[in-house]
């Protein structure tokens, strides 16, 4: 692979992995996102440089309802390059088995949100925790306005801590990044993984995910400043508190040639397109329903002359998409959450 720079760059990108539901309610969910977005917002305000990337609008949208006063917070930082929004869909669903539809809406829903909100369209998608992705989101990431795709699993597919092309069934192509060491890191731990990366890190441009994370958390004060010291050590490789955006749009510059990959990006935890079929089998019912309802409701404001039943169909396809998150689509989250998902997917069936 042929490179342009020489220079050892880290682009460290700082999040902290929530899922809104797994092995907690909704509710819990909930205040993490807001104790979280908290103290991020918190440090950005602290660190002149430091800068908290996060993706998933149904999380703001939570802060927003619930606290106001730290949602117009993050609005401000957003504005002032101190917050990213990054990925900008509903939220991570699991990236195999929903239709095409669906995953137009995950992106619709989240990209409407963030831009009427904070005014942003991310560039690069991010899907870290699910398990496995279809060749067929190439097509759609790259006609709803994504040149860039940032995900985990499965690992060694094309080599952990890979920037390659990734093209799709109809010619389409984004460039992907196989992330190396996970998107977050212990409470106290960031020292090793900067340490392993740095000696690991190729001429050009790195990326590596820190925060503490899995049930919320984020950056850490020690953290922060650790980094910074190291950010100011003579002779120490180029370090910057950075964004997915920024990383892709370095490597943009930084390569001339990069691998290319033709297939589907799977599989991971295979067992989880077996598990809880009803909730799989309610999903495609729903999808399908409301994207046929959708198409008559809009042929009957047409002839009639009536007013189309937008926000109910909105309302519907929000549930739909949470119940479309990979460790509830997967069968991977407690099972109170399975409730509230046969409740939410009878409502959207009978806005149908």
Excluded at 7 to 26: F, G, S, T, V
Excluded at 276 to 299: F, G
Aim: charged share 25%; with cysteine; glycine share 8%.
């Amino acid at each position: 692979m042929q490179r342009i720079l020489i220079m050892k760059k880290i682009h460290l990108l700082c999040n902290a992995h929530l899922d809104p539901i797994w092995l907690w309610a909704k509710n819990e969910g909930i205040a993490e996102a807001i104790s979280t977005f908290r103290v991020a917002a918190d440090f950005c305000e602290k660190y002149d440089n430091f800068i908290f990337n996060h993706n998933e609008s149904v999380l703001y949208e939570w802060v927003e309802e619930n606290e106001p006063e730290l949602f117009k917070r993050i609005q401000k930082l957003v504005k002032d390059g101190k917050w990213h929004i990054m990925g900008g869909w509903y939220l991570q669903p699991d990236c195999t088995m929903p239709s095409a539809e669906g995953f137009l809406r995950q992106i619709e829903v989240g990209n409407a949100y963030f831009k009427e909100k904070f005014g942003v369209k991310p560039s690069t998608a991010i899907n870290f925790d699910p398990f496995g992705h279809t060749r067929g989101l190439v097509q759609i990431l790259k006609k709803t306005g994504y040149h860039s795709y940032l995900f985990m699993r499965p690992h060694n597919i094309v080599g952990d801590d890979t920037d390659f092309i990734w093209k799709g069934y109809d010619g389409s192509e984004i460039i992907g990044h196989s992330m190396w060491g996970g998107y977050n890191c212990a409470r106290g731990e960031v020292t090793q993984k900067i340490d392993r990366i740095v000696e690991d890190a190729h001429d050009g441009a790195n990326l590596m995910l820190w925060g503490v994370g899995n049930h919320g958390g984020g950056p850490t004060r020690g953290d922060i400043e650790y980094l910074k010291a190291n950010m100011e050590r003579e002779g120490f490789n180029d370090l910057e508190f950075s964004s997915p955006d920024d990383y892709f749009d370095d490597i943009y510059n930084d390569f001339l040639d990069v691998p290319s990959w033709k297939d589907e990006l799977q599989h991971h935890a295979s067992g989880c397109y077996s598990a809880t079929s009803l909730v799989k089998a309610l999903n495609r019912r729903a999808e399908n329903s409301l994207a046929a309802a959708e198409k008559w409701d809009t042929i009957s404001s047409i002839v009639t002359g009536s007013k189309p039943s937008t926000e109910r169909f909105k309302d519907a396809w929000k549930k739909v998409c949470f119940n479309q998150f990979h460790d509830i689509l997967c069968g991977c989250s407690i099972m109170e959450s399975y409730e509230d998902v046969k409740e939410s997917e009878g409502y959207a069936l009978n806005i149908a």
